[in-house]
């Protein structure tokens, strides 16, 4: 038998905030040691997002997307 953890799927919220006909976007880190996200795109701009946390509902999870 496999000992290896099988990938387990997540779920993950963006968020598209307009105003004034604009859109916000947030800068992904340079260094991916201290970027907050495991995804690639290291340096390029991205709408607010992520993967939800346990018993977070959709509106939660991009509250907090947003507020961090």
């Known amino acids: 038998m496999d000992n290896q953890?099988?990938?387990?799927p997540a779920v993950g919220v963006g968020v598209m905030i307009i105003q004034d006909n604009k859109i916000l976007l947030g800068k992904r880190h340079l260094n991916p040691d201290?970027?907050?996200?495991?995804l690639h795109?290291?340096?390029t701009w991205t709408m607010p997002g992520g993967k939800l946390h346990f018993q977070e509902g959709l509106k939660e999870a991009a509250a907090r997307e947003v507020s961090e």
Request: glycine letters at 16%; hydrophobic letters at 15%.
């Open 5 to 8: 953890a099988k990938p387990k």
């Open 34 to 38: 201290k970027a907050d996200s495991e």
């Open 41 to 43: 795109g290291e340096g």
